[in-house]
């Protein structure tokens, strides 16, 4: 059981490319979200899903795309990276019923230069 | 509108010293408030939730509706208790459990 597996751990990307970060959970959770984490900003949600298709926008959307064809897995796509998008970005996973809230992704740090 | 606040972005301490990271609210409904811990460059975890009213690592949290408070505390600081800790409220909004963080606070514990 490996929880929430992100890849890369790493990217550096130039402005204007575009490239998909991974997010898979193998616990069968229906909620998955992503969100970015910025100094002094804590996290903010990007988007998230209720279920395999089923997505939905977050505080910041813009410059994003998701999709979720299946239960275990969530791309977040950047469709041309800009330096404002440089941050660390968690992927989560939640079952239905709440109790224990979010199980997170390790993580991509993301620069753009 | 909704919205969490952690007013300290660094509080530092000794070892020993009591720990009292600071977290309010702003929330019309009934609050659901938890905890995260994130230790250096390492995934987020769940530290507490308030509806289990349990203590983990010595830390514990009481949510005070009237102050719209859930401050996070522990007697006596450990030096493997620095990490950055996150406050966050639960909302539902379209069927989906949405939660929403504070900007964090970190924790530096000093020998």
């Known amino acids: 059981n490996a929880g929430v597996t992100q890849t890369p751990k790493f990217q550096v990307l130039k402005t204007g490319q575009s490239m998909t970060l991974q997010c898979a959970q193998d616990m069968n959770h229906e909620y998955m979200s992503w969100y970015r984490q910025d100094p002094g900003m804590g996290l903010r949600l990007i988007h998230y899903?209720?279920?395999?298709?089923?997505?939905d926008q977050g505080e910041v959307p813009n410059g994003y795309n998701v999709s979720r064809s299946t239960t275990e897995d969530f791309p977040l796509r950047l469709l041309s990276a800009a330096p404002s998008q440089t941050s660390v970005y968690f992927c989560a996973s939640s079952p239905r019923v709440f109790r224990d809230g979010y199980t997170f992704g390790s993580g991509t740090r993301l620069t753009v230069v | 509108a909704q919205r969490v606040t952690q007013p300290e972005k660094l509080l530092s301490v000794f070892k020993g010293a009591p720990v009292e990271l600071k977290c309010n609210y702003s929330?019309?409904?009934?609050?659901?408030l938890f905890w995260y811990v994130q230790y250096s460059r390492q995934r987020l975890q769940l530290l507490l939730r308030?509806?289990s009213r349990e203590s983990i690592k010595g830390f514990t949290a009481d949510l005070n509706k009237g102050e719209t408070s859930f401050h996070l505390k522990k007697p006596f600081a450990q030096e493997e208790d620095s990490a950055m800790y996150y406050c966050a409220l639960k909302l539902l909004s379209g069927g989906y459990n949405k939660l929403i963080f504070g900007a964090g606070t970190r924790l530096a514990v000093h020998p």
């Open positions: 899903s209720v279920g395999a298709g089923i997505t």
């Open positions: 308030h509806i």
């Open positions: 929330y019309s409904g009934s609050p659901e």
